[in-house]
């Protein structure tokens, strides 16, 4: 018999991670194995804890065989793994421990729901994208099939968005990227991207139920069936779907109903195997007035952004487009208006389709002059989207700097406060993540940022010279 008097539960348990985490991929070890916590240590039993059932049956199915070398190689041929499932339940309160045994020793089980336990009273589908009276129970999509990976044009300011997607379109629910949120700013290619990741699922597993839809939309939704008398039949007809694709899941913002909804048909499509896929304007990290247990979800899966991108993908998105619409153009001309909007691919397709537009109704040769009288309108009647270059170059102009020296590496007293001043007008006036503000000025990370912003707040409260020259630069983006 094994002698345990020097070990417990976690020293066993950390040498079965060492044992593992040299035997799988980084990123799946971290997605199934660090969550993990060491619970107790009982003759040769180990029980650990997990955070759900759908995290317990991976392990079970995924990942069997190497637990079991680990721990037989820790407590002997005898070893036994237990696990203890942790729950919550509708108020967000820690539910009591479920025992569970490996597939090989199962014992009996004390079955609790695991989420909002709805029945649908009604046999006939309560379907709220069929318009009432007319008994139509399939599920449309809401897709739009012209947006797909092949026009979805990659670049180093979306890359990893777009991998991750590819990966979930070809196994959906099966991958560690569950949920998938794609953040990013306005007119960056997160609802294109969510819109291609449904459509290439339907491709390839035409029996899967599919849904896209906006989160104002559900929300909308909810509110009718609460009105109704029908929110069970709205939770039931969630449930049923296979991957649920729900677009600016920011709006949910503040509005508690319709995140506590939310939360339970969430949790059942996780536990279940099915994919979740959300975008947002914000990282999670960054949401106000959203539900930690929520946002606790959202961060179990991939965060990926979408920046903005470089010039040489503003260049082939141009290049993109024009070959869509069958227009020939000047490579110098190209390059001009790729240099010169830099705000986001929406504005950037506004822009080229204006010059089209002046050269065909005009009857005028598309020549670089004409590129610049077209763009110096453009951008001055979407200055309402104020971007962290434009920031930037306002605070330089302001201290008399140039934007190198903005965003360098020195300490100077006068240079680092008009940095944070940027950071803190970046914040207040675009929706970029602390991190991608960080990274435009001044390759910082999202740590630095917070505490440039409450060194300004304190700073516009303390020094009456420094509140002139912050209230001097916030004119400047009113106007």
């Known amino acids: ?17 060492n044992f593992i985490k040299d035997n799988i991929q980084e990123q799946a070890f971290k997605t199934w194995f660090e969550p993990i916590q060491a619970i107790e240590l009982t003759e040769n039993a180990l029980y650990i804890q997990v955070p759900s059932q759908f995290f317990y049956e991976w392990l079970e199915e995924h990942y069997v065989k190497i637990l079991k070398v680990a721990l037989t190689k820790e407590l002997g041929a005898g070893a036994k793994l237990l696990y203890k499932i942790q729950m919550e339940n509708a108020i967000g309160n820690k539910q009591p421990y479920t025992d569970q045994l490996p597939s090989t020793q199962r014992a009996p089980v004390r079955t609790q729901e695991l989420d909002v336990p709805v029945q649908n009273k009604n046999p006939e589908l309560k379907n709220p994208f069929i318009i009432p009276g007319i008994r139509n129970v399939k599920i449309e999509s809401q897709l739009n099939s012209n947006y797909s990976f092949d026009n979805f ?3 180093d300011s979306n890359r990893l968005a777009r991998s991750a997607g590819l990966a979930v379109s070809n196994k959906p629910g099966g991958t560690s990227f569950n949920p998938l949120l794609i953040f990013g700013g306005v007119g960056l290619g997160k609802t294109h991207l969510a819109h291609a990741i449904g459509v290439e699922i339907k491709d390839l597993y035409p ?20 009105r109704k008398q029908t929110r069970n039949d709205f939770i039931y007809f969630y449930q049923l779907i296979d991957v649920l694709i729900v677009d600016d899941i920011q709006f949910l913002s503040g509005k508690s109903g319709t995140q506590d909804v939310f939360f339970h048909i969430f949790n059942h499509l996780h536990q279940n195997g099915k994919q979740v896929i959300l975008t947002s304007d914000k990282a999670p990290v960054d949401m106000q007035d959203i539900e930690q247990r929520l946002l606790s979800r959202f961060k179990w899966g991939l965060s990926a952004e979408i920046q903005n991108p470089d010039v040489d993908t503003r260049i082939e998105i141009l290049k993109g487009i024009l070959y869509r619409d069958g227009v020939s153009m000047p490579e110098e001309i190209i390059e001009y208006v790729a240099q010169n909007v830099k705000t986001n691919v929406r504005e950037l397709e506004g822009a080229i389709i204006s010059l089209i537009a002046q050269s065909s109704f005009n009857k005028r040769e598309i020549t670089l002059e004409l590129a610049k009288q077209v763009v110096d309108k453009f951008v001055k009647n979407v200055k309402k989207e104020i971007t962290i270059d434009y920031i930037q170059k306002v605070v330089s102009d302001y201290f008399q700097m ?8 020195t300490r100077k007293r006068h240079i680092v406060q ?48 420094f509140r002139k020259y912050h209230d001097d630069i916030n004119k400047k983006f009113s106007i």
């Open 1 to 17: 018999m094994l002698e345990y008097t020097n070990k417990n539960a976690k020293s066993v348990w950390n040498n079965c991670l």
């Open 153 to 155: 044009l990659e670049g």
């Open 402 to 409: 140039d934007t190198e020296t903005l965003c360098s590496k």
């Open 207 to 226: 029996e899967k139920t599919v849904l896209y839809i906006s989160a104002e939309v559900f929300t909308q939704q909810y509110v009718d069936s609460v």
């Open 418 to 465: 008009a940095r944070q001043l940027a950071m803190f007008f970046a914040k207040k006036y675009t929706k970029a993540s602390l991190a991608n503000i960080g990274s435009e000025i001044g390759n910082r990370d999202h740590a630095t940022v917070l505490h440039a912003c409450k060194t300004i707040d304190n700073l516009i409260e303390t020094d009456k010279q």
